[in-house]
């Protein structure tokens, strides 16, 4: 089977899965085709959306601090990001970095070719002596050849809060076996999305302009495109709900009427109640006794945390027991 079928067959096991249980639920992680990129895209602008800004307002105002914690007693050091994206934030530091004449070398580590030679492109174009090796390939493999190939420090960067798309078990083992393709004394920062007025986190997932809500039905759309169903997008609405008990944020889709979905690539049909909703997304919130917890399960100790200025986000930068 070609790379391309294979791929469309687990999206449309995933869909199954997901359309077969009770409550229904749909991967966050298929929201990225072209068009839930470029919306993500979107998002990151909007005023509701105060994650991206914070985080940037980190490294622009700490990147000194942030420098010296990741050379600690070393003089230089491997930089690796988990999922590229455009390299905005990452920018602020790289530029930095090579201001000071720090001698490192950039890898971001991404499943899509066509992203990283994007960004490396650029990267080239703008930051012409830094030294960029993209990895492609899934985050653990790509951190295993690291390991094996390279002995200088390993500094990885998984940044925007994606962690809070796992569940905490989930997120606990997915760092834990980041840290099982580190060594003793390498690094991790790992950006966090705080606990902060309810209200401010609702509507970070409940803009005004809608884009949000786009973001979120996309995944039919995509649903529609690539396994051939007839879902009429009016027909459903976006609804996202904030616990404060938690932190967690949840993304749900709401069939707003009694309907059948035909999905052609299952040769399936799937009824929905009236106001039935699909879970789609967590965007967990975290309290830093969550992020120290957090820390120890997964057998890091944190070193730092870098704060934004309205107390809204953490990078929080741990190193490997
Ligand atoms: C990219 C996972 C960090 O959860 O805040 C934005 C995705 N979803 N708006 C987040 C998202 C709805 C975002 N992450």
Do not use: C
Not at 18 to 34: I, R
Not at 142 to 155: G, Q, R, T
């Amino acid at each position: 089977m070609s790379e391309t079928k294979e791929a469309l067959n687990a999206f449309a096991i995933d869909i199954k899965r997901g359309l077969q249980s009770s409550p229904k639920s749909l991967p966050s992680m298929y929201f990225y085709d072209e068009t839930g990129d470029a919306l993500f895209q979107k998002i990151m602008d909007l005023d509701e959306y105060y994650l991206t800004r914070a985080e940037f307002e980190i490294f622009v105002r700490q990147k000194e601090e942030i420098l010296d914690a990741f050379l600690g007693d070393d003089q230089t050091f491997r930089l690796v990001e988990l999922g590229a994206g455009d390299g905005t934030k990452t920018k602020v530091l790289l530029a930095h970095f090579l201001n000071k004449a720090i001698s490192f070398t950039y890898s971001p580590i991404d499943i899509s070719g066509n992203v990283l030679d994007q960004l490396k492109e650029d990267l080239n174009g703008e930051l012409p002596s830094l030294k960029v090796e993209p990895i492609v390939g899934e985050y653990f493999s790509a951190l295993e050849d690291l390991a094996s190939n390279d002995s200088s420090k390993e500094v990885v960067l998984f940044l925007g809060s994606n962690i809070g798309n796992f569940d905490r078990a989930a997120g606990v083992s997915f760092l834990t076996h980041v840290g099982e393709n580190l060594s003793s004394g390498d690094l991790l920062l790992i950006g966090f999305d705080l606990m902060k007025n309810p209200q401010k986190v609702l509507s970070a997932y409940n803009d005004k302009e809608g884009v949000t809500k786009a973001f979120n039905l996309n995944l039919l759309t995509r649903i529609n495109n690539e396994l051939g169903a007839n879902f009429n997008i009016d027909n459903f609405d976006h609804f996202p709900t904030y616990d404060p008990l938690t932190g967690e944020t949840k993304s749900h889709i709401v069939s707003k009427k009694e309907q059948t979905v035909y999905i052609e690539a299952l040769d399936e049909s799937f009824s929905f109640d009236a106001w039935e909703a699909i879970h789609t997304e967590v965007s967990q919130k975290y309290s830093h006794k969550m992020i120290q917890e957090y820390a120890e399960e997964a057998g890091f100790e944190i070193v730092r945390n870098f704060i934004d200025s309205n107390q809204y986000f953490v990078d929080s930068l741990w190193r490997k027991r």
